[in-house]
């Protein structure tokens, strides 16, 4: 009985890891994917290092592209691939780290019980699974732990592996700053251990394992950008926003309003705290052998979390090698009171609920995503606006909205430059192009300051979904005219920039704004119903045509997840009701 337990266990855990994969390989959808494929298409074109940033209207602004490696691998695979290659480099690397995670977890004697108990964990780190080069960091932060692990076991000549491991890591991604913490978190927590059992201040095998980490020190500072490494260790407590005694949200411009940087809030991500709460009790439960490096891996991985949204996977990684061991330890102590049959029973609804808890955090992922989808997510992209732009060669310089920025470099530089895109690490130029999409009073002052007459611009913020600002500004203002709009996109052109008979013949009525907004709403939402001022959006837009019971569906839905509801939505809902709806 109990050996088919375990090739059930066995044969779930398997089936879990390929379920991972099936989403994991999912159409391209990251906006950073392609200033990385132009940068690598560069590199590769020129044999060039990147210092400047050469494809927007900041050119002369220092770039340093710390993850050139990453961009080059990533226009390889687009050669040999394309689209298609990417969904599934990314997939295969994402499932891969997931399994280093769970070798790390079996090695330290982790049953398949307990791993199966904390997979669900891996799901939750969905929110990263972009064709970034933070995938790279979740594929070496597993290899590097499966180092210290195996050579906490072993002491032997492994540990040496950590120099190629951060030398690769350190030329693909800024996260390999990581690898330093998890290595002195297994070395101090060698010498907290050795404290404890011999009363000995020591580290077991120390001439290999100071010198892996010397090698590993070494190791990361062969990149083209000397010193990087090092300030960026040194930066990056100092790292994204904060959120001050007054609620408000200071930091860097270039991270401040970038959605990847922001502050971890209870509101925002409850399961992280619940798991935090659960983890420490964990913990506590098995005290008496709880090894010091995996208190202080959990404990410093926790900080970084606490802080900023981006770091939480990393807590989620490092669980799902930690926990299963201490699980085993609590499960064991549980059975001295339990007889055979209701051991089994016990297995048996642990492995029942552990399927419940994957498939309710797998369900919506696989709604979304598909299984092993592959390709662009088109409307994601301003495709068509880039064609008709192309095909009618309109006047430069462009602006365009943060989140588009690498996609119209991708597609049309050397013969545009863009505004700025999604790296952009001019800190004046980031204030000058949010002015611009905010719709602050200086916003044509800059569009004339950089002699903007062609603007590419999509309807709606990718975090919370509220129309840009800029688009109001743009249908009062008699200057610009709207001359092409799709499902997602718009382009606006200066008057004096065209040929009048040109204009007449292309010009769209401004009312077919709302068109755009509405559908992106709508596709918006399909991805994921909590961007709660789309909602807002759609409601504004269904009240303006009378169309009062849609209105109300939609101003309910954003009711309910906005965490703030404003004024407007609240007299809104009063007229709603005053009409009968």
């Given at each position: 009985m109990i050996r088919t337990m375990n090739r059930v266990q066995f044969l779930l855990l398997a089936a879990g890891v390929v379920a991972i994969a099936a989403v994991a390989v999912s159409v391209v959808h990251s906006f950073d994917v392609f200033w990385q494929l132009q940068s690598g298409r560069y590199m590769v074109e020129t044999g060039e290092v990147i210092r400047n940033d050469l494809f927007t209207l900041a050119a002369d602004a220092p770039r340093v592209e710390h993850c050139w490696l990453h961009d080059i691998l990533l226009y390889l695979v687009y050669l040999v691939g394309g689209y298609a290659g990417l969904s599934l480099w990314k997939g295969l690397t994402i499932t891969a780290g997931i399994g280093l995670m769970l070798v790390t977890a079996r090695l330290r004697g982790s049953s398949l019980l307990a791993m199966i108990l904390v997979v669900p964990l891996s799901l939750l780190t969905s929110g990263g699974w972009l064709e970034r080069p933070q995938v790279w960091s979740f594929l070496m932060t597993g290899l590097t732990l499966l180092i210290l692990e195996s050579y906490r076991q072993r002491p032997g000549r492994m540990i040496f592996l950590l120099f190629p491991v951060a030398l690769i890591w350190a030329n693909l991604h800024a996260g390999s700053v990581l690898i330093l913490p998890l290595f002195l978190a297994y070395l101090a927590g060698n010498l907290l251990d050795n404290l404890v059992r011999q009363r000995k201040f020591c580290i077991d095998d120390w001439r290999r394992f100071v010198g892996g980490g010397a090698l590993l020190i070494i190791g990361a500072q062969l990149t083209p950008y000397a010193m990087y490494w090092l300030r960026t260790l040194r930066g990056a407590p100092g790292l994204g926003a904060t959120v001050d005694s007054s609620g408000e949200r200071t930091g860097p411009i270039t991270q401040l309003f970038n959605m990847d940087w922001t502050p971890t809030s209870f509101a925002q991500d409850p399961i992280f705290y619940y798991l935090l709460a659960v983890t420490a009790l964990i913990l506590l439960l098995t005290f008496k052998k709880l090894r010091g490096s995996d208190l202080l891996l959990l404990g410093g991985l926790a900080v970084m979390g606490l802080s900023l949204v981006r770091h939480i996977p990393f807590f989620y990684f490092a669980a799902i090698i930690v926990l299963p061991r201490y699980l085993d330890m609590i499960g064991a102590w549980l059975s001295r009171f339990m007889g055979a049959g209701l051991q089994l029973a016990a297995r048996v609804a642990l492995v029942a609920l552990a399927v419940y808890g994957f498939w309710t955090v797998y369900q919506p992922l696989y709604q979304v995503y598909g299984p092993f989808n592959t390709g662009l997510r088109s409307w994601h992209y301003p495709i068509e606006a880039t064609d008709f732009l192309v095909e009618h060669k309109l006047a430069p310089n462009l602006y365009n909205t943060y989140d588009w920025g690498g996609y119209l470099a991708w597609r049309l530089y050397p013969e545009y430059q863009v505004f700025w895109d999604g790296r952009q690490n001019s800190a004046e130029m980031f204030r000058l192009g949010w002015n611009v999409m905010a719709g602050k009073p200086d916003w044509s002052v800059v569009l004339d300051q950089f002699r903007v007459n062609t603007i590419v611009t999509r309807s709606l913020t990718i975090d919370t979904g509220q129309k840009y600002p800029l688009l109001?500004?743009?249908?009062?203002?008699?200057?610009?005219?709207?001359?092409?709009?799709?499902?997602?996109?718009?382009?606006?052109?200066?008057?004096?920039?065209?040929?009048?008979?040109?204009?007449?013949?292309?010009?769209?009525?401004?009312?077919?704004?709302?068109?755009?907004?509405?559908?992106?709403?709508?596709?918006?939402?399909?991805?994921?119903?909590?961007?709660?001022m789309a909602w807002w959006e759609m409601a504004q837009i269904y009240y303006k045509r009378r169309q009062f019971k849609e209105a109300r569906m939609a101003l309910e839905q954003h009711l309910l997840g906005a965490p703030r509801p404003v004024g407007p939505a609240r007299d809104m809902l009063n007229r709603l009701t005053q009409l009968g709806v």
């Open positions: 109001d500004r743009l249908v009062a203002d008699p200057q610009w005219h709207l001359v092409f709009n799709a499902e997602a996109s718009m382009i606006f052109v200066r008057e004096a920039s065209v040929d009048r008979s040109w204009l007449l013949k292309h010009r769209r009525p401004k009312t077919l704004v709302d068109e755009s907004v509405l559908s992106e709403t709508h596709l918006m939402l399909s991805t994921n119903p909590n961007r709660y």
